[in-house]
């Protein structure tokens, strides 16, 4: 199973991101898929994910900001990310549950002030 991420890069505060994520390989059904993210210094925290029928579950730090959405044809994971802060800096890794963990590579995301 691979995951490829797209979408980081450099963003003002106040501004907006969108990150994606598709899965492939050995693919059966996709519990769970999702994005965390991991600033310097910091432990990898929960941003967003989302299970197989749609349910969403969002990290304290970014709700009411990100919303993240699922096409299951695609295996694909979309987060888009609204008035980004600073704080939001982070490398962001992309993360499926297909009877085990797997993550992607993980994608920078810079917030200017």
């Known amino acids: 199973v691979q995951l490829q991420a797209s979408g980081g890069g450099l963003v003002q505060t106040g501004g907006a991101l969108q990150l994606s994520c598709t899965a492939s390989g050995a693919l059966s059904y996709i519990v769970t898929m999702g994005w965390y993210r991991q600033a310097p210094g910091k432990q990898r925290d929960l941003v967003a994910r989302?299970?197989?029928?749609?349910?969403?579950t969002y990290g304290d730090s970014v709700k009411g900001r990100v919303t993240i959405s699922r096409d299951s044809a695609k295996n694909t994971v979309t987060l888009q990310m609204n008035s980004l802060k600073p704080e939001d800096t982070a490398v962001y890794y992309c993360?499926?549950?297909?009877?085990?963990?797997?993550w992607g590579q993980g994608t920078l995301v810079t917030v200017s002030s």
């Open positions: 993360y499926a549950f297909i009877g085990q963990g797997y």
């Open positions: 989302i299970s197989g029928n749609g349910v969403t």
